[in-house]
């Protein structure tokens, strides 16, 4: 048997998504920006798009700008939304994905910023107080913090965050890439001025995401070059890409409540399993299903003698798993999430993230093979 629990670095296309790309790439061709009937025809296709993915955000298409990847559109957010609001001091989290850690670290090394971290407990759960203080003693800030962890899973109040960045007149930035397509997202409601998505993390294409741009607030293009999406992002539109993305979301929205009971089914079942089969077996993150991401499931293992080689050993017996994010597969840099939520780092950690299209039967069949693994390293 091969299992795939590694979901949360990028999930299976969908089979209707697919056949949807496919009937666009054999008839649609035309270049967007053409004024001719096969530009028109393309053009058609995105801004339809766009009003599907608008629609079930509760939002204008105006705010939908289409990108590369969520990482392209965390780049442009905190970026342009720091530069061209002349904003000095920004607040994250050392948990953040290194899409948004980099960038603030990259603005701050170059003098752009003074950046603050807020204050995170061992479950990976943000301080409130501690946000508010730092907004309070600081001048107009920029905060950025994710929706959901990547890696262990947590979820963050983006309603109170929303809250407190509004009273104190703060811009706020939330890298949502694990939660589009997974939670319900009423962006009429919601107070923040910028939402990201990647089309792979929701059964959907690589290559293609957007950035949601409140209209409260302006930003001028991070990539120049064209007046596509409005003059806001230069580039020929991944037409392919955008039709599938729209798809997959639609797709998401109508199937939501039954995939997250499935899925948060499969994730409680590995956690029961878990326990009874391996002693001193603990879990980094939130696992309460109100303060976590129903997809991911952060294991730590007690110390064993292979630890180094518990992933490939997995690999080996047909079951991918990621001992992190997988954005930083082949470094020898250990998790820099694991790192500030001071878990052990002698005990090897292992993420399973799943999908609609996992079964109780591989959970077994993992839970046995890892099961094995400890009994052997133990």
Request: charged share 20%; aromatic share 6%; proline share 3%.
């Amino acid at each position: 048997m091969r299992v795939y629990l590694d979901n949360a670095a990028t999930t299976p296309l969908d089979p209707e998504v697919m056949k949807q790309m496919y009937m666009v790439m054999e008839s649609t061709y035309g270049n967007p920006s053409s004024i001719h009937s096969h530009g028109r025809e393309a053009r058609t296709l995105i801004e339809r798009s766009r009003k599907t993915i608008a629609s079930l955000l509760h939002t204008s298409p105006s705010e939908i700008f289409f990108t590369s990847s969520g990482t392209e559109a965390d780049n442009m957010a905190i970026r342009c939304g720091i530069v061209d609001h002349n904003i000095k001091h920004a607040v994250t989290s050392k948990l953040e994905h290194h899409a948004v850690l980099h960038t603030m670290e990259a603005l701050e090394k170059s003098g752009v910023i003074k950046l603050s971290f807020v204050d995170v407990d061992s479950k990976g759960s943000v301080d409130y107080d501690h946000l508010e203080t730092l907004l309070k003693n600081n001048e107009r800030s920029f905060v950025s913090l994710m929706h959901a962890n990547n890696e262990i899973g947590t979820l963050s109040d983006m309603d109170r965050i929303g809250d407190i960045c509004e009273a104190y007149n703060a811009i706020y930035h939330c890298d949502t890439v694990q939660t589009m397509g997974h939670y319900q997202h009423d962006l009429s409601k919601l107070k923040a001025h910028f939402l990201v998505c990647a089309g792979h993390k929701l059964h959907g294409p690589k290559g293609v995401g957007f950035l949601h741009i409140n209209h409260r607030i302006k930003i001028k293009p991070l990539i120049y070059g064209g007046a596509q999406e409005r003059n806001m992002r230069g580039g020929t539109e991944n037409i392919y890409g955008i039709v599938g993305l729209a798809k997959a979301l639609e797709i998401a929205y109508s199937e939501m409540e039954q995939h997250q009971k499935h899925i948060q089914s499969l994730k409680t079942y590995m956690i029961d399993q878990l326990v009874e089969s391996i002693p001193g077996i603990d879990f980094n993150g939130e696992t309460d299903p109100a303060k976590s991401l129903y997809t991911v499931l952060n294991v730590q293992f007690p110390e064993m003698e292979m630890a180094d080689m518990l992933l490939f050993n997995l690999d080996i017996a047909g079951i991918s798993a990621s001992g992190g994010s997988a954005c930083s597969s082949g470094s020898d840099i250990g998790s820099h999430v694991l790192t500030a939520i001071g878990a052990s780092s002698s005990r090897p950690s292992v993420r399973f993230s799943f999908s609609k299209y996992n079964t109780k039967e591989e959970v077994d069949f993992t839970v046995a093979k890892v099961r094995e693994l400890c009994l052997v390293s133990a």
